[in-house]
């Protein structure tokens, strides 16, 4: 409980709009003292590698300040007496109009998620509420739906006496299917497309918890496509999520794939495919890994 909290963020991003992308790490460490209530910033730190050479935009020991080229500030900048202790570099220079603070926070805030606080979060009336303000993302989302959901001709958004209403107009019905009786499948879709659609046309990262809950492998599949297709994530978004199916497991490339191992009364451990001696590229991943070649197989019972 003594010791720093540390974390490390890797991302691609630009020094200035329309310019080269690059790898930027960006590390923090914070202090854990039980008998003071406020955390402090012991070390701060964010480089780029250009040409894959590391080169450092600013770095931070306590009160202490250093800054690159890039940066554009001087250490003589009354901006730097704004920085607190318990505060971050670029947090507080970005309120202060400091134009790379507030490009760092802007890529980092490009983050959508379906995780709200400890729990992952069912939208339900939230997105029907997003829809009706965005009409090209539900244009988007119908055309989506009936190419994706067979039998499903529409669906349609209208104000109720209780508040925001959705139907779904289905072939052979002779009457329209409402939100609550849809399936739990097409209901998770609508949550989950505002969230990939909206990194898929701006760029940045969706974090998505157990992406293939209530969702059929095959719709897995064809969102995968969505962000490898250039036309379609033209701005190289990328998506981070969970998953137990391992048949998703031959969908990846081995360097897209992390395993989370719980082991008793030892913290979790994470590590990559790749980590593994002799593992090749092949459409046999699924099988190694229920085979236990793989490791993180749960032991039940």
């Not at 090749?280 to 039940?300: D, F, Q, T």
Request: with cysteine; charged share 25%.
């Amino acid at each position: 409980m003594n010791r720093p909290t540390k974390v490390i963020v890797e991302y691609d991003g630009r020094l200035v709009d329309k310019g080269p992308v690059f790898v930027f790490r960006y590390e923090v460490h914070i202090a854990n003292d039980p008998k003071k209530f406020a955390k402090e910033v012991i070390f701060e730190s964010l480089s780029y590698a250009p040409q894959g050479k590391s080169r450092r935009v600013f770095e931070r020991n306590g009160q202490e300040f250093h800054f690159g080229r890039e940066f554009g500030l001087t250490e003589n900048d009354p901006r730097i007496k704004s920085i607190r202790p318990n505060a971050s570099i670029s947090s507080t220079l970005a309120q202060l109009n400091h134009d790379l603070s507030i490009r760092f926070l802007t890529s980092l805030n490009m983050l959508q998620t379906n995780i709200a606080g400890l729990d992952r979060n069912n939208f339900g009336l939230q997105s029907l509420s997003f829809y009706l303000q965005r009409p090209d993302y539900f244009k988007r989302l119908n055309r989506e739906l009936g190419r994706l959901d067979l039998g499903l001709e529409e669906m349609k958004l209208f104000p109720g006496n209780a508040g925001l209403v959705a139907s779904f107009k289905h072939t052979g019905l002779d009457s329209e299917i409402m939100y609550g009786q849809e399936s739990a499948g097409t209901r998770k879709f609508i949550d989950l497309f505002r969230i990939l659609q909206s990194v898929l046309e701006y760029g940045g990262l969706a974090v998505i918890d157990e992406l293939d809950t209530d969702i059929h492998p095959l719709l897995i599949s064809e969102i995968f496509h969505w962000f490898y297709s250039k036309e379609r994530n033209p701005e190289g978004a990328q998506l981070l999520f969970t998953a137990h199916n391992p048949a998703i497991l031959d969908e990846l490339e081995k360097e897209q794939i992390f395993f989370c191992e719980k082991l008793l009364g030892r913290a979790t451990h994470v590590y990559g495919a790749r980590e593994i001696k002799g593992l090749r590229r092949g459409p046999s991943m699924m099988k190694k890994y229920l085979s236990g070649e793989l490791g993180a197989v749960p032991h039940v019972g």
